[in-house]
T-cell receptor, first 112, second 114 residues
Framework: GQQLNQSPQSMFIQEGEDVSMNCTSS?????WLWYKQDPGEGPVLLIA?????ELTSNGRLTAQFGITRKDSFLNISASIPSDVGIYFC????????????FGKGTKLSVKP | GAVVSQHPSRVICKSGTSVKIECRSL??????MFWYRQFPKQSLMLMAT?????????EQGVEKDKFLINHASLTLSTLTVTSAHPEDSSFYIC??????????FGQGTRLTVV
């Protein structure tokens, strides 16, 4: 079945630093989504990407849909303490009623 | 973004009893709803896909008689954990899609079976 490799697994950074994480897939996706999950909460959608090569920003967040449609990255600029959480990438193949394949998550810790 | 409400957020039940979890899309009609299970420090695992008015599609390894899903309307899906046991303790999360694209998640339900 389809698998997503998300890296890094965890990151410890200083406040103000930029962060980059990425996901790669063994197969093509039609949509890439990036979510953030806080402890005890459901994931919150950060950015949705629909076209290969698409680069989309949401405040300090920027994500790109890889040209091969098998990868995506998420960048966070000038990190702040509230960026702490687990970030998940998710891919959607389109022919499956929209169900998502999730990466294993990147746990981000930010030192003030 | 669209709002998905999940209730209850936490529930503790005795072993052998059943628990119902509700998932509602508050400001949109969801084409499809999904139910996930998440173990500590792990990613979300899809349990089943739910369409209004039809039987849910369960992922391999998920017992359909244990995890009953009812999708009564375009805004409500319920997951009932029947005859719950301690190993069913977990974080259950629903999501709802708009037009098979973006998925919006509920707040999750922490189930503890004692």
């Amino acid at each position: 079945g389809q698998q997503l490799n998300q890296s890094p697994q965890s990151m410890f950074i200083q406040e103000g630093e930029d962060v980059s994480m990425n996901c790669t897939s063994s197969s093509i996706f039609n949509t890439w989504l990036w979510y953030k999950q806080d402890p005890g909460e459901g994931p919150v959608l950060l950015i949705a990407l629909y076209k290969a090569g698409e680069l989309t920003s949401n405040g300090r967040l920027t994500a790109q849909f890889g040209i091969t449609r098998k990868d995506s990255f998420l960048n966070i600029s000038a990190s702040i303490p509230s960026d702490v959480g687990i970030y998940f990438c998710a891919g959607q193949s389109g022919g499956s009623q929209g169900n998502l394949i999730f990466g294993k998550g990147t746990k981000l810790s930010v030192k003030p | 973004g669209a709002v998905v409400s999940q209730h209850p957020s936490r529930v503790i039940c005795k072993s052998g009893t059943s628990v119902k979890i509700e998932c509602r899309s508050l400001d949109f009609q969801a084409t499809t709803m999904f139910w996930y299970r998440q173990f500590p420090k792990q990613s979300l695992m899809l349990m089943a896909t739910s369409n209004e008015g039809s039987k849910a599609t369960y992922e391999q390894g998920v017992e359909k008689d244990k995890f009953l899903i009812n999708h009564a309307s375009l805004t409500l899906s319920t997951l009932t954990v029947t005859s719950a046991h301690p190993e069913d303790s977990s974080f259950y999360i629903c999501s709802a899609n708009i037009d098979y694209t973006e998925a919006f998640f509920g707040q999750g339900t922490r189930l503890t079976v004692v």
